[in-house]
């Protein structure tokens, strides 16, 4: 059974983790071919909403549930889309982080074994109580923050930290926070809530452990699950549009029944079309 490590709560306050996935296909592929700019929260939020078939009794799977689904779990869902499309096996081009070794490689690593926390203390909201013997009561950064904030967070950070402390904040002392009280917190106490919130949070590990074949050292290195999604998903327009013509002038299907494919469904068509081609060129 496919169980994000979070889970959705829905306006009822119920729990949904079990999901169902639909392979990506042409058509998010063409929507990824036409964003150029960096992979971006929205980006995540609209891939999802289009792959994410079923979550707990929800289907369709709108946008606005995709948006606000934590951060952990939508990476979650990232990695097993990729799973679900192109197979367990990534192979991350890496070089040896060693000053006098330097040495690239690639290496080769399974899905299925990246590191998920889940954490089985799964509120709605938190309480704490702070040092200082404040009661604060938060909930975790969902796709929604990031999406409001990843601007900000370029342009700057310490900033875009308190907006996203203003936003996951719900109450200080008994009244609700306004943004001026979030920022006025002390350092030490903003940070014991921050940390409380990674302690809670559901995790995805975005790292991986290496071992160089070179000088035979081990080092850790990162794996940016975003930046790996989309790259290589990354499609020139231009290519798939060829590739679309290419299978619609030899088997007459549509444009739509085309791109409704996987990209490792269309590339086989398109290989068998070709060894069928050089076939009957070669006269045999
Ligand atoms: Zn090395």
Not at 142 to 171: F, H, M
Not at 177 to 195: K, M, Q, S, Y
């Amino acid at each position: 059974m496919n169980l994000l490590p979070g889970g959705y709560r829905d306006a009822g306050g119920v729990l949904h983790r079990e999901f169902e996935l639909a392979p990506l296909t042409g058509r998010e592929e063409e929507l990824l071919a036409h964003r150029s700019a960096a992979p971006t929260a929205a980006l995540v939020t609209d891939v999802l909403s289009r792959c994410v078939a079923r979550l707990g009794a929800i289907s369709p799977v709108t946008q606005d549930v995709t948006r606000h689904l934590l951060v952990a779990d939508r990476l979650y869902l990232l990695l097993r889309l990729r799973q679900a499309t192109f197979g367990d096996v990534v192979r991350a081009a890496l070089t040896c982080p060693w000053a006098e070794c330097g040495e690239q490689m690639s290496v080769d690593f399974s899905i299925a074994d990246v590191p998920v926390d889940e954490q089985p203390d799964r509120a709605p909201q938190y309480a704490m109580t702070l040092s200082g013997g404040t009661e604060v009561a938060f909930r975790l950064p969902t796709g929604a923050d990031q999406e409001l904030l990843s601007e900000r967070l370029a342009a700057n950070e310490a900033e875009a930290l308190t907006a996203l402390l203003s936003r996951c904040v719900l109450r200080i002392g008994d009244r609700p926070p306004d943004p001026d009280r979030v920022a006025a917190l002390p350092a030490a106490a903003r940070l014991e809530i921050e940390e409380r919130m990674r302690e809670l949070a559901p995790k995805v590990e975005q790292t991986l452990a290496a071992r160089c074949a070179e000088c035979g050292r081990t080092f850790v290195a990162p794996f940016d699950v975003h930046r790996f999604f989309f790259g290589e998903l990354r499609t020139d327009a231009t290519v798939l549009y060829q590739e679309v013509h290419y299978l619609a002038y030899h088997y007459h299907w549509s444009e739509g029944e085309i791109m409704a494919m996987t990209r490792d469904k269309r590339h086989t068509y398109i290989d068998v079309l070709a060894d069928t081609i050089e076939v009957l060129n070669s006269g045999a």
